[in-house]
Structure formats: structure tokens, C-alpha cells
């Protein structure tokens, strides 16, 4: 009994982090644009950027004040880290770059125009 006992308080505790460690954690910024290389309005330009990472699957949205809301998705790697790239309008692409962690992290956009700052993790 004690044996059984102990083995189903094992499995309880394997399973339960399991499921811990696949809960979603959120991250975000707002910010301003920094002009690129052609650019001139891009410091008109707010960006709103959300990153959901789950274990490591990394899934994003980010929108331009007045656009279409675009998505990314990736993994981690194994130093916390993202790199990959999100179309655009008009059959553009922007790399995506960043890395979190448990206190936050950083994000950057750059295509048309540069959009960088730190990730803040939404509570």
C-alpha cells in the first residue's frame, strides 16, 4: 500500500510539472519606430507587441496603430533566445529577434522600420 501510495504521489508530482511548465507566459511592449535605411515616418509609427511563450513554443502578434495585426511562431532556443521572421504588408517580411526570461526580456522588429525595446511580462 505504502509503495503504491508512493509511486501515485510520484506520478502526481511528475505530471503536475509538467503541466506547470507548460503554462503560458505572456510578455509585451508598446513603443515607437526608429527610422531604417529609406524610412522617414517611422517614429510616427506605435507598435504593440505580445509574446506568449509556452514551454519552448513561442507564438506573437504585433500591430502598427492603424494596421492589420500580423503573427509570428517559433522556439526557443536554448539559451532563451528567438530569431525568425513575420510577413507583412505587401509581401514584406520583418525579422523577429528577442529573448526572455523569468523577469522579462527584449524584442526587436526590424523591416521597414526598427521597433526594439524591453519585454515586460504581463501579470
Same mark, same amino acid.
Given at each position: 500500500m505504502k509503495k503504491?501510495?508512493?509511486?501515485g504521489m510520484i506520478t502526481a508530482l511528475v505530471? %503536475?510539472?509538467a503541466a506547470m511548465a507548460q503554462t503560458p507566459v505572456v510578455y509585451t511592449w508598446?513603443?515607437?519606430?526608429?527610422?531604417?535605411?529609406g524610412s522617414s515616418k517611422c517614429p510616427t509609427y506605435?507598435?504593440?507587441?505580445?509574446v506568449t511563450v509556452t514551454g519552448k513554443?513561442?507564438? %506573437?502578434?504585433?500591430?502598427q496603430e492603424g494596421?492589420?495585426?500580423?503573427h509570428f511562431e517559433t522556439t526557443l532556443d536554448k539559451n532563451g533566445k528567438i530569431k525568425?521572421?513575420?510577413?507583412? %504588408?505587401g509581401g514584406n517580411m520583418m525579422d523577429v529577434i528577442g529573448e526572455v526570461s523569468d523577469?522579462?526580456?527584449?524584442?526587436?522588429?526590424?523591416?521597414?522600420?526598427?521597433?526594439e525595446g524591453p519585454l515586460t511580462k504581463k501579470q
Open positions: 503504491l501510495l508512493a509511486t505530471v %503536475g510539472g508598446t513603443g515607437i519606430g526608429v527610422n531604417v535605411q506605435k507598435m504593440n507587441i505580445e513554443a513561442v507564438k %506573437g502578434t504585433f500591430q494596421r492589420d495585426q500580423r525568425t521572421a513575420a510577413m507583412v %504588408g523577469s522579462g526580456g527584449k524584442i526587436k522588429l526590424d523591416g521597414y522600420c526598427k521597433f
